[in-house]
């Protein structure tokens, strides 16, 4: 199985400042068939489900503020908030979308400082 | 708008069994390949199941293997989760999640599956 490390584990960022959330695989999940990572992001906030923000280690999927950014590649990689919103705060886990078991990260709970 | 609902989650003792139910709308059900994933109180996402759009190929994680099984029925754009053996630890809210390369871009709010006597 692969298994995914997110750091921090919480982490407090002004209001107008960047966010960075790390993942870590535990092996490659790069696809050698289109030479992509892969590698999800998504958002939970409170009481919802989870939001898919980026896919393919950097595609940001459809009406996703474009302040969040993926990168990385191999093993591994990080989501980028250029200028934390209100709105931002919650709960980001990463996923591996390379094989089964499909596996995510501890999440990062990314609050207002 | 695209929408998965699910259904069916309740109050179960140990080693009972329950059928989770996911009902879609407003997009093509049949041609795309559906999961569960569940999310145990306070806890992170857990991936339990997927199934391939016409039902050849099914995958399961190692804790629920032999206990649960995934299913589907196109015609009536729903998606199953039929759970056997149940136990403390299966205590989630269980989400169903449709799938693209096996990253989930669409999600129904989920139903909160209590195992507990």
């Known amino acids: 199985d692969i298994v995914m490390t997110q750091s921090p584990d919480a982490l407090a960022v002004p209001l107008g400042e960047r966010a960075t959330i790390n993942c870590k695989s535990s092996?490659?999940?790069?696809?050698?068939?289109?030479?992509?990572?892969?590698l999800a992001w998504y958002q939970q906030k409170p009481g919802q489900p989870p939001k898919l923000l980026i896919y393919?280690?950097?595609t940001r999927e459809s009406g996703v503020p474009d302040r969040f950014s993926g990168s990385g590649s191999g093993t591994d990689f990080t989501l980028t908030i250029s200028s934390l919103q209100a709105e931002d705060v919650a709960v980001y886990y990463c996923?591996?979308?390379?094989?089964?078991?499909?596996?995510f990260g501890g999440g990062t709970k990314v609050e207002l400082k | 708008e695209a929408q998965l609902v699910e259904s069916g989650g309740v109050l179960v003792q140990p080693g009972g069994s329950l059928r989770l139910s996911c009902a879609a709308s407003?997009?093509?059900?049949?041609?795309?390949?559906m999961n569960w994933v569940r999310q145990a109180p306070g806890k992170g996402l857990e991936w339990v199941s997927y199934?391939?759009?016409?039902?050849?190929?099914?995958f399961y994680a190692a804790s629920v293997k032999g206990r649960f099984t995934i299913s589907r029925d196109n015609a009536k754009n729903s998606l199953y989760l039929q759970m056997n053996g149940l136990r403390d630890e299966d205590t989630a809210v269980y989400y169903c999640?449709?799938?693209?390369?096996?990253?989930?871009?669409?999600w129904g709010r989920g139903t909160l599956v209590t195992v507990s006597s």
């Open positions: 996923q591996q979308h390379y094989s089964t078991p499909l596996t």
């Open positions: 407003e997009f093509t059900f049949s041609r795309y390949s």
């Open positions: 999640a449709r799938s693209v390369n096996w990253y989930f871009n669409l």
């Open positions: 199934i391939t759009s016409s039902s050849t190929t099914l």
């Open positions: 092996q490659s999940v790069l696809n050698s068939s289109n030479n992509k990572n892969c």
């Open positions: 393919w280690a950097s």
